[in-house]
DNA sequence: GCAAGGAGTGAACTGTGGTTCACTTCTTGA
DNA sequence: TCAAGAAGTGAACCACAGTTCACTCCTTGC
């Protein structure tokens, strides 16, 4: 045998998978999932078409790829803050932000994950996302409910309308122009003031002191 | 001049465009807006392919129409709810239960007009659409808060809050299978008292009264 | 009946974009 | 240095719609 891949191959190997992977990305980021074609995936890598196809097998996988590792960085940090310590309202108040600044800030990556038209495969996946999401959600509700924080409710229901109304919000803005900060912080004031009445705080003075 | 256009005439044109229009809804409703292709539209309406496009300029077209005609006689039954007599709390409870009741009886329909994945200008129009809705929501929520009956708030922000939470909540059952009729009023029944909270009503009484 | 002109037809055209594959280039280990 | 085999290449291929247009069919009014 003559040819034994080595480390150093499979790394390099890893590498453009990476290279692609990110460029992929970064088309997305600027033009969307529709945007995003293999021949501009692999102009932006700086690779042949044909190379993408050494490392994917399909379109369908590499977006697919691209919109699971994305949302799965959002998803995990969100569930950081559903796990930390403190009040469930806290929390709430905290998920709801992280989730809408990291959304605010991603430009059209986030209407991309949340919203555009694609594939039936990424549509089905994005279904799934957005269903943990609303888990989370509703784990903090959940938690609100058990320790009389919140008023009683369906933590399941609560948490998918949750998501909706975050979504909706956000996508709005997204979908136009870009926000001034004041605008930004405004709408965040409004929807967390939202979010907290639709659990059902229980203290008023939560709401004040939340922010 | 050998040849007139009859009012006879025209009237045959209307239907055949009527025809056209409605194979279209059917397909949407059945396959949902990709799968209605000018071929299907046009095996569904018993003509060929070009007929269509002597009645349609483009299937862009066609199919905004399609959404756009669907959706109008939504949101005038919505429309006329919110601008019914009746306390807010009643207004926005029926209102809800109404888009909700459309959404799941619709099948694909109501999926299809709130988040399928379909070409640029039917998205477009789509968040015109859903920005009318809000409006609508809004509408009844600025009355509640300037007749005191729900909490102090941003009607913009909570319509729009509004339109997101009740379309994920219906859209979920709708992307998997099909409620049975007490999940459906019980689903119902968690999302109106959702959307009661997140307004602030005033009086919990309004809760029991308003189903 | 028949000429004029609009409606209807569907095969062919076109543009787009995913996928393939014969070929070239690079890396490895003897 | 060189043979083997993996990685990279990109022109060509293919599938799938949307769209067109030369042609046929039908209605109208003389």
Redesign the pocket.
């Known amino acids: ?6 480390a ?3 790394e ?2 890893a590498r ?1 998978r990476t290279t692609i992977l990110v460029a992929a990305r970064d088309v997305v980021r600027e033009s969307g999932l ?7 995936v ?1 102009a932006r890598a ?10 994917f ?6 977006i697919t790829e691209v919109v699971r590792e994305t949302c799965d960085r959002e998803l995990a940090e969100v569930a950081a803050v559903v796990r930390s310590d403190g009040p469930p309202a806290d929390r709430l108040v905290a998920a709801v932000e992280l989730f809408a600044t990291r959304a605010l800030a991603s430009g059209r990556l986030a209407y991309s994950m949340i919203a555009e038209p694609t594939t039936e495969a990424a549509e089905v996946l994005r279904l799934v996302i957005r269903a943990e999401l609303a888990k989370l959600f509703a784990s903090i509700v959940a938690d609100g409910v058990a320790t009389g924080a919140f008023e009683r409710q369906d933590p399941a229901t609560s948490g998918t309308a949750l998501v909706g109304a975050v979504s909706e919000v956000l996508i709005g803005p997204l979908a136009r122009q870009p926000l001034s900060g004041d605008e930004r912080s405004e709408v965040l004031e409004h929807l967390t003031q939202f979010a907290m009445r639709a659990v059902g705080v229980r203290s008023p003075a939560t709401l004040e002191v939340a922010r």
């Open positions: 045998m003559v040819y034994r891949r080595t150093a191959a499979s390099r190997d453009t529709t945007g995003a074609a293999i021949a501009a692999a700086g690779v042949a078409v044909g190379t993408v196809y050494r490392h097998p399909s379109r369908d996988e590499l």
